[in-house]
């Protein structure tokens, strides 16, 4: 009999995961808001807008992933829930040599890109060539290199040791922050910026390598263990994946392309940063969707169904709860926080801000619907509803960006969101969950709802009677707005039940919570 993982430990690690992303995201948050007008300041909006561009172009080599490291997760962790460490370890050796071959052909394929594509990009002035070629052969290598070591990444989340991760990334952000700075304040360049940033990932590499081993002491990776079957199989589940990154490259990161050719460098640098913004949000909101997965894949193989149905309506109310309500702070100091944070040139990004903030609402709250279609074996609907609406959103940026400028290209990633999301997904995952939409609306949307009305009205009154002119005085304002929101939710949004349950969880999560020197060989 498959053994199981007690919803203790499950919460406890879920707990950890979660807290550790949240910490690492205020790190990256807190950087960010020094760094990007620091960056920004040091090198120029153009040559900024230059290294945005580049990157976006590095970003489709994420989808020679072809969808395994998900596969990989799930297939992990039904193996190790069999106790059955050999296939644990042959799965583990076959894909770190397929990936090293995908990381090999991403590296023609960066060659591709420096002699045909950047010599002849629109609107990329002929002094920036050079400089661009330079800085993707720098970003094709740590890309190379990365692919083979996300089998060790793939081994931590499959045995849920989500907070060794994390903590990882904590520190190579702290690091990646002061080399920044450094670099920019002795007066060097982007192409040394982009380099030495680089060096730092590839040595991080080594250290999620060493996590792998601390998750799972009995890991073993070898030529003898590579097994040409367990390539098919994998990839007959882990090709709907790889469709659903395409999904997401063209839905969100063809947006710098788009933006770049139609309006050049100086233009990326504008949207990048509603981008960042809106990434931000999500984030905030969303830490502990991506770990919900191998959880879901867990739960469907026991046949926890009444579990699979709790955690997917808790999960949402969670996200939702906390969109909503960063939403309304970012939407409502919109204005004020880009002038006094970028400078008021950058006002052009606010209403672009505005529709994918909102079109972020239902992203975050699409994360644990996702998962639980994906983890219940709909990966296909998923697969091909993300398709359709990265397609959709392709063909309407081209045809706004210039009439409409940022904003026409920021309604074309936001209206196929709203649409599909809720026509397709929304639907689909609660038959998954035997419940009716209705019900699960009712379930996870009214607290953010009944939050939200005080929350704009205390915005409202003191962007009136307190207009913030100082980035300080945003973010104090923005910070009373949710806690209205918070405040609100916790004694209006939810009643006395759901309120006590949440203490009880916290309560049972953290009780003993250790972060154990080694994981155990086996589950319990």
């Not at 090198?43 to 989808?63: D, H, I, N, P, R």
């Not at 882990?238 to 710098?256: K, R």
């Not at 409409?404 to 196929?416: D, E, R, S």
Request: net charge positive; aromatic share 10%.
């Amino acid at each position: 009999m498959t053994a199981t993982l007690p919803f203790d430990d499950t919460a406890r690690r879920l707990v950890a995961g979660t807290a550790t992303k949240y910490v690492l995201l205020a790190v990256n948050i807190g950087l960010g808001v020094f760094l990007m007008p620091f960056t920004i300041g040091h090198l120029g909006k153009a040559e900024y807008g230059l290294w945005m561009l580049v990157a976006s172009m590095t970003y489709y080599f994420q989808l020679l992933d072809l969808g395994y490291g998900s596969g990989i997760v799930r297939h992990l962790a039904e193996a190790d829930a069999r106790r059955d460490m050999q296939r644990v370890n042959e799965i583990a050796s076959t894909f770190f040599f397929v990936y090293a071959g995908l990381g090999l052909l991403a590296l023609a394929g960066v060659a591709g890109l420096i002699v045909f594509v950047v010599p002849r990009f629109p609107n990329l002035p002929a002094e920036s060539v050079t400089q661009a070629q330079l800085l993707l052969g720098i970003m094709g290598v740590r890309i190379a290199v990365g692919f083979p070591m996300t089998v060790f990444g793939a081994v931590t989340t499959a045995r849920q040791r989500f907070a060794m991760n994390n903590t990882v990334a904590i520190a190579v952000a702290l690091i990646n922050a002061a080399i920044t700075y450094a670099v920019l304040t002795l007066g060097h360049g982007l192409v040394t910026l982009v380099a030495a940033t680089t060096t730092l990932s590839l040595l991080s590499y080594g250290v999620y390598a060493w996590t792998a081993r601390r998750a799972l002491p009995s890991l073993r990776i070898t030529r003898r263990g590579f097994t040409g079957p367990l390539v098919r199989e994998v990839t007959t589940y882990s090709v709907y994946f790889f469709v659903i990154d395409i999904a997401v490259q063209l839905g969100f990161n063809l947006d710098n392309l788009v933006v770049g050719a139609a309006m050049g460098t100086t233009a990326v640098a504008l949207y990048a940063v509603t981008l960042r913004l809106t990434e931000y949000q999500r984030q905030l909101c969303s830490q502990a969707n991506g770990l919900l997965f191998p959880i879901f894949v867990r739960m469907t193989s026991d046949g926890q169904t009444d579990a699979l149905r709790r955690t997917t309506i808790e999960g949402t109310r969670v996200a939702l709860m906390l969109v909503v309500g960063v939403t309304v702070c970012l939407v409502g100091f919109a204005r004020p926080l880009m002038h006094t944070w970028m400078g008021p040139e950058f006002a052009e990004s606010v209403w672009p801000l505005t529709v994918l903030a909102i079109a972020g609402i239902v992203l975050v709250a699409q994360g644990p619907l996702g998962s639980v279609l994906l983890g219940t074996g709909r990966h296909r609907l998923v697969a091909f509803t993300s398709l359709a609406e990265a397609l959709l959103n392709v063909a309407l940026s081209l045809a706004l960006v210039r009439p409409f400028g940022l904003l026409g290209v920021a309604i074309g990633t936001a209206l196929p969101v709203l649409a599909l999301s809720s026509a397709v997904l929304l639907p689909a995952a609660c038959r998954q969950i035997d419940i009716g939409v209705g019900s699960f609306l009712r379930l996870v949307g009214v607290g953010p709802l009944v939050a939200a009305g005080p929350a704009i009205a205390a915005c409202v009154a003191l962007r009136w009677l307190w207009p913030p002119m100082t980035l300080p005085a945003v973010l104090a304002e923005a910070a009373l707005v949710g806690a209205v929101y918070l405040v609100t939710f916790a004694t209006l949004g939810v009643d006395r039940e759901v309120r006590g349950r949440y203490r009880s969880y916290a309560r049972r999560s953290t009780a003993g919570w250790t972060w154990p020197r080694s994981a155990p060989e086996v589950m319990p």
